[in-house]
């Protein structure tokens, strides 16, 4: 048996190909450009290297290594991605067409705005979406990302409060289920935060909560559903407690994917809140960005959202289109960001939206519900479940057993990657133990909620059988397991073979 054959029965992946650097041959090009339309000029010396350790490859060579790296890496084109609290559904092609579109993709933000008709319109017809999803007065389009609209969200609250002389408002109430942004958010705009405990059920402890409460609260931030995958059972008298002490109430929409068009968070009596357009409507996550975090306020903080934002002009008729131009909120808390925002990001929530429809939008919910339950029944006579109730879109769900000492979520998340499926978020919520907080999305399928369920059932009998399995894993993946700690202090951010007896530490 040649040692291919043996590697591949014992788990392991095949070896390598050669690196791109132990490829180069001198002479050899890998891209020719095209002569140049412009005069040549020389750069001024101390813009130019001596040298430039690239490597000398043929142009097949470069096409090798770009695509084998481009599929070393997991991606939602790729297989499963249940990564709780992120939402990582398929990004419809249809979004991506429309963003590339030559009238949205060429324009430049500082093209006057009666040359950017089309994209205002987009702009303001996608804020009038998101107001009417949301229940709220206005939205603006700004912030660049959740936490983003998140520091707006917190920032119009100080404002409102400072503008009714109630400087003494400095405190942020954030239960303990919290993204780990809430309080990040509440600490940079200069607030004080007070957490607060969950109960058994997983809901905020109400009794906590009123011992809490005074006039010195500014406000309270909280998701729903909560981070523990559960909707909140007592959220208007949640909502109550805050109001009647004075303070508001900002809603993280991180998890919107659970509500879409069957409950408005202003309805619930939410004063600000935002989206992630990177989760909920589908435009990509990951990688960096961009990302996209709509803020949107009631009548009450409308007048503090981060400017400018779009808005008629003049009203058209039958022959005549309106005019769409920038305004600025009456008490803005100013601008967040360069410019108008991510507005890529913005043509395919628009895409997303307008292609679901009101009923569509409700059928998102609806699925990414049921995919959650679905698993989550499955799985529940598996693997420990801290809250036994109907979740929302996501689960937490824990990765020990008593009889498994040795076995650790983490353990359980790196075996999944042989299985071809990326793990689910690990250790979050920090307040359940060995937690794997699992969100199928809207946009798997049964079978492949079934292909994660079995997977994940037999890695529980690896884990009581054969828990070396787990402990090793992954056994496919290119990297094994990265020592983290090491990685941090001995960084390596190249790829260059290193001539033999050399030591990359």
């Known amino acids: ?49 001596s040298s430039l350790e690239l490597p000398e490859v043929s142009e097949l060579d470069v096409v090798r290594h770009f695509t084998r790296l481009s599929q070393f890496n997991h991606a939602i084109d790729i297989g499963f991605y249940p990564l709780g609290s992120c939402t990582m559904k398929y ?18 933000p500082l093209q006057d705005p009666s040359t950017v008709q089309g994209a205002l319109a987009l702009m303001y017809q996608l804020q009038e979406w998101l107001a009417e999803i949301s229940g709220m007065k206005a939205v603006s389009l700004q912030p660049a990302a959740g936490a983003h609209g998140e520091f707006a969200g917190i920032l ?52 906590v909560l009123r011992g809490v409460c005074g006039d ?13 995958g559960v909707f909140e059972a007592h959220i208007k008298e949640i909502v109550d407690i805050i109001h009647g002490c004075g303070g508001l109430m900002y809603m993280d929409g991180a998890n919107m994917n659970a509500m879409l068009g069957v409950a408005k968070p202003a309805d619930l009596g939410f004063d600000v809140m935002h989206y992630n357009l990177h989760k909920t409507f589908s435009t990509p996550h990951g990688g960096g960005g961009p990302g996209s975090g709509p803020v949107a306020a009631n009548e009450k903080l409308a007048p503090y959202l981060p400017g400018p934002i779009v808005d008629i002009l003049e009203e058209g008729d039958d022959e005549t289109p309106p005019l769409y131009g920038f305004v600025t909120p009456e008490k803005s808390i100013g601008r967040l960001k360069a410019f108008w925002g991510n507005f ?4 395919r929530a628009y895409a997303y939206i307008a292609l679901h429809g009101a009923q569509g939008l409700r059928d998102v919910t609806y699925h990414a519900v049921l995919n959650a339950n679905y698993v989550r029944a499955m799985l529940k006579d598996t693997y420990p479940m801290p809250f036994d109730r109907i979740c929302g879109h996501e689960f937490v769900c824990m990765g020990h057993w008593k009889d498994a000492e040795g076995v650790h979520a983490l353990d359980i998340s790196k075996r999944l990657m042989d299985y071809g499926i990326h793990p ?30 079995a997977a994940m059932k037999q890695i529980a009998r690896e884990a009581h059988e054969s828990p070396e399995l787990l402990h090793e894993a992954p056994h496919k993946a290119p990297v094994k397991r990265v020592d983290d700690v090491r990685a941090a202090k001995q960084l390596v951010l190249c790829c260059r073979v290193l001539p033999e007896g050399e030591s990359a530490e």
């Open 344 to 347: 890529g990001m913005m043509v």
């Open 91 to 108: 990004n419809p092609r249809l979004n991506e067409d429309m963003a590339r579109l030559p009238g949205f993709a060429g324009i430049h």
């Open 216 to 228: 010195d609260v500014a406000g309270m931030m909280i998701t729903v559903p909560n981070t523990l």
């Open 1 to 49: 048996m040649t040692e291919l054959m043996l590697q591949e029965k014992n788990g392991a992946p095949p070896p390598l190909e050669p690196l791109i650097y132990e490829l180069s041959v001198p002479g050899r090009v890998g891209v020719n450009l095209p002569a140049p339309d412009v005069p040549l000029a020389d750069l001024p010396a101390d813009l130019l290297r």
């Open 156 to 207: 119009m609250i100080r404002a409102y409060h400072l503008a009714n002389g109630e400087a003494h408002r400095t405190k942020i109430i954030v239960p303990d289920s919290a993204h780990g942004t809430n309080p990040a958010t509440t600490a940079m705009a200069g607030l004080q935060v007070v957490e607060i405990p969950s109960d058994a059920n997983g809901d905020v402890d109400l009794d």
């Open 424 to 453: 689910p978020t690990n250790y979050f919520p920090l307040i359940v133990p060995e937690a794997l907080l699992i969100e199928p999305t809207e946009t798997e399928s049964k079978q492949e909620c079934d292909r994660f369920i």
